[in-house]
T-cell receptor, first 113, second 113 residues
C-alpha cells in the first residue's frame, strides 16, 4: 500500500541554523509531492509542490525541497530558520489514481533562541 | 479574494446536541474534503466530494454526515455529539489545476462536554 513516512516526530534547531525535514514515500511511479505547514490552532498552508521537471523546487517563506527518485524522498530544507518557522510540517503525496492525498504523520519543528 | 471559510472557529457543546460545521470556498474548486485531526497528530480524511450531489466516506470511520448541494458549500453534521467527537475539523478544497493540491480553511476546534 502507498504510504508516506516522516521519520522525525520533532526536530529542534537553533535560530539561524539550517534545517532539513525528511519525507519518504512508497509508490511505484513518481507521485505528486507536497509540503504543508501548520501553525498551532490553524489550518494547513501549502509551502511547495513537485510534479515533474527540475527536482529542486522553491516554495514560500524561503523553503525548498528536493525530489530524489532513487531514494523515494522529498526532503524539505531551509538555509536559516527563524523563530516564526516553529510549526508542524506535513509531507503529502497524491497518486495518479485519485485526487486524495496520503499524509505523513508530521514533524514538529522547535526553534531554540 | 479566493479563500476557504470555516465557522465556527471554536465550539463547546454538550453531549447529545446536533451540530453543523460550516465550510464554504470561493476558490471555484469542484472537490472538497473534511479531515479530522487530534492535536499534534496526523490528518484523517473523513468525507470528500468531487462535485454537487456527490459525497463519499473517507478512510476514517466517522459518525458525521455531509452534503453538497452547492459547489461552494460543504457542511458537516453530527446528529448527536459525544465526547469522542472532540477534535479539530479541517475543510479543504482542490480544483483542476496541476497536481490538484488542496487548500485548507482555518479549522473548527470542537469540544464536546
Amino acid at each position: 500500500a502507498q504510504s508516506v513516512t516522516q521519520p522525525d516526530i520533532h526536530i529542534t534547531v537553533s535560530e539561524g541554523a539550517s534545517l532539513e525535514l525528511r519525507c519518504n514515500y512508497s509508490y511505484g511511479a513518481t507521485p505528486y509531492l507536497f509540503w504543508y505547514v501548520q501553525s498551532p490552532g490553524q489550518g494547513l498552508q501549502l509551502l511547495l509542490k513537485y510534479f515533474s521537471g527540475d527536482t529542486l523546487v522553491q516554495g514560500i517563506k524561503g523553503f525548498e525541497a528536493e525530489f530524489k527518485r532513487s531514494q523515494s524522498s522529498f526532503n524539505l530544507r531551509k538555509p536559516s530558520v527563524h523563530w516564526s518557522d516553529a510549526a508542524e510540517y506535513f509531507c503529502a503525496v497524491r497518486m495518479d489514481s485519485n485526487y486524495q492525498l496520503i499524509w505523513g504523520a508530521g514533524t514538529k519543528l522547535i526553534i531554540k533562541p | 479574494e479566493a479563500d476557504i471559510y470555516q465557522t465556527p472557529r471554536y465550539l463547546v457543546i454538550g453531549t447529545g446536541k446536533k451540530i453543523t460545521l460550516e465550510c464554504s470556498q470561493t476558490m471555484g474548486h469542484d472537490k472538497m474534503y473534511w479531515y479530522q485531526q487530534d492535536p499534534g497528530m496526523e490528518l484523517h480524511l473523513i468525507h470528500y466530494s468531487y462535485g454537487v450531489n456527490s459525497t463519499e466516506k473517507g478512510d476514517l470511520s466517522s459518525e458525521s454526515t455531509v452534503s453538497r448541494i452547492r459547489t461552494e458549500h460543504f457542511p458537516l453534521t453530527l446528529e448527536s455529539a459525544r465526547p469522542s467527537h472532540t477534535s479539530q475539523y479541517l475543510c479543504a478544497s482542490s480544483g483542476t489545476g496541476t497536481g490538484y493540491e488542496q487548500y485548507f480553511g482555518p479549522g473548527t476546534r470542537l469540544t464536546v462536554t
